[in-house]
């Protein structure tokens, strides 16, 4: 079903929770994994998914549809993720390091390594590719996401995060300058 028809059924009172449960499935699975990057821990993630839909129900009524329904979905899931984050770092009187720190902790234990003798597994790579994503600020690592691992276009990226195109490239190509630094220092110090 198109975004059209999804709103269309949405507006109509008799369907109106149909319409927003179809919308749910189609856009649930891609949220949660736009979020759990970010914050790592499942029940987090789960959590902000809730909040995230919570804020799509109260507002899809005002959606105008000047962007696309998942760019505006992804636009209110970064929100939740930046400011969760955001209040985890005040309300512990965390310094980057220490959220960053708890992060990298629940990588570890979400982590199911398999190794193979010598050669790292596509698992220890994932591993490290993960920690030096959590050495990124939150921002930079969100564009990561988006534009490395959901294959998006910097258009729509631009609409979620609104930032300009330009700003975006050069920060996209700054958190991958740092992750190969972290990357070729962590090759060295193993």
Not at 136 to 157: A, G
Request: net charge negative.
């Amino acid at each position: 079903m198109t975004d059209a028809e999804l709103l269309a059924k949405y507006r109509d009172p008799s369907s109106r929770n149909y319409a927003f449960n179809l919308l749910v499935r189609q856009y649930q699975q891609k949220v949660y994994w736009h979020i759990r990057k970010m914050v790592i821990d499942h029940d987090d993630a789960d959590d902000l998914v809730q909040e995230t839909f919570i804020k799509v129900w109260n507002s899809l009524e005002q959606f105008r549809g000047d962007s696309q329904l998942y760019t505006w979905i992804y636009r209110i899931a970064t929100n939740e993720c930046l400011n969760f984050l955001n209040k985890k770092r005040r309300r512990f009187f965390l310094p980057i390091g220490d959220v960053e720190g708890e992060l990298m902790e629940k990588l570890e234990s979400n982590a199911d390594f398999v190794t193979s003798g010598n050669e790292p597994s596509g698992e220890e790579i994932q591993m490290k590719l993960q920690k030096a994503l959590l050495k990124l600020p939150d921002k930079q690592r969100l564009v990561f996401n988006m534009k490395y691992f959901d294959d998006m276009k910097y258009e729509d990226i631009a609409e979620i995060t609104g930032t300009s195109v330009g700003a975006l490239k050069a920060s996209y190509h700054l958190a991958v300058k740092k992750i190969e630094d972290y990357l070729d220092k962590s090759d060295t110090s193993d």
